[in-house]
């Protein structure tokens, strides 16, 4: 028997964060990057937004181990609310469709531009002076 059949892995990304997450039974403790996640999310919003999977789900009796990495605070979370959508899903098939109604399960496509060579950033251009 393996040692690790009862972890469901989930992997989720925005802009240019990176979160990976071990699921496995247990009484509900949080823990990313081995910190406590309301320590590691100080907003209350945040932490509303990684939760909200397991409350569509009414799951409360996981443990999750979160690896995050890259991008800001806000893009951390949505990488961790779409790994925990993931993760979820590959538990229990049958939860596919009330993550999938909310939009848990789309990854946000959207990056930063590019800053273009000859300007100062993506669209702005230097100043242009006639006289």
Known sequence: MKKNANISLGTGRRKT????IFMRKGSGKITINGRDAEIYFPLDLQ???IKAPLEVC???DVDLVINVKGGGLEGQ???????????????DEDRRPLLKEK?????????????????????????????
């Open 17 to 20: 964060a990176i979160a990976r």
């Open 77 to 91: 979370a949505v990488a961790v609310r779409h790994a925990l959508s993931r993760a979820l899903v590959k538990a």
């Open 103 to 131: 939009g848990f399960l789309t990854r946000d496509p959207r990056k930063r531009e590019r800053k273009k060579y000859g300007q100062p950033g993506a669209r702005k251009r230097f100043q242009f002076c006639k006289r």
């Open 47 to 49: 932490r509303q937004l």
């Open 58 to 60: 009414n799951v409360n």
